[in-house]
């Protein structure tokens, strides 16, 4: 069956915004599964939260830019697995600010939402994150909402610089760090869900 008009605009708009996220980092990884397994936890979690099927679509798919300021950092520090000086440091945590650069000023909503993540992704809820320490509700929703599902990816897939946990250890780390790190409203969400992200996790072979 011929797909609609709507549902090959929606596919290409994915594709789009997979391509560009991928190029971001391709100087570190082939990130393009992470970037659909956050996708999918993040509309999970924003549905479960209360925003409208669309909204919760349109937080998936902005979700996948949320490291394109990472365009911005030299390659050596990509690749590099740890021991950073202080200055560096700076240097990675910038791309929270130059990822809302090159996607702010936009009048879709896709890409307002996406240059917020960008922004705030690594913000914590005890005001311990970065870029601009904000705390607790502070932090939009979108940024809350990426930032335990662009954890719980991180620390139970493979990357070069990290061993794997299991799935139930991640979950552990992220429950335990409700009200520290994450807004506990939404860890408790994401427990509620696990079972689905898991599978969702599982049908990527992980």
Known sequence: MFKSRSE????????????????????EWDNRLHLERVRRYCQIMAQAAGLTS???SILGLASQLHDVGKVEIPEELLQRTGNYQPEEWTIIEKHTLDGAKILD????PIFQTASTIALTHHERWDGSGYPRKLK???????????AIADVFDALTTLRT?????????????????????????????????FSEIVAIKTSFGW
């Open 105 to 108: 000023r936009s009048s879709s």
């Open 54 to 56: 669309n909204e919760a």
């Open 136 to 146: 607790g509700e502070e932090i939009p929703i979108s940024g809350r909402i990426c």
């Open 8 to 27: 090959l605009k929606n596919q290409e708009l994915n594709e789009s915004f997979v391509r560009l996220a991928y190029i971001a980092e391709i100087k």
């Open 161 to 193: 610089y990290k061993n794997v946990i299991s799935d139930e250890e991640a979950r552990k780390m992220i429950t335990q760090s409700a009200g520290i790190l994450f807004d506990p409203h939404l860890v408790d969400l994401f427990d509620q869900k």
